[in-house]
């Protein structure tokens, strides 16, 4: 499993290293695709910190029908 992951990152890396060569819909799409991971880890960052600090400070509170 470690050989799978650095070969992704060393494609990766190739991927970055042409990006100056790159036409623009390469680089629009590239952009895009940083930004839904960058987004996706931040969210997860932000749930998981929220959620834990919650548990903490309170019990869970439930919802009950009218």
Request: hydrophobic share 55%; glycine share 4%; net charge positive.
């Amino acid at each position: 499993m470690a050989q799978e992951m650095l070969d992704i990152f060393q494609r990766i890396w190739a991927k970055l290293q042409g990006l100056p060569r790159a036409g623009a819909l390469e680089i629009g799409a590239f952009t895009v695709l940083l930004l839904f991971l960058a987004t996706f880890i931040l969210m997860v960052v932000i749930s998981c910190t929220s959620c834990c600090s919650a548990k903490a400070k309170r019990p869970s509170t439930r919802v009950h029908p009218v």
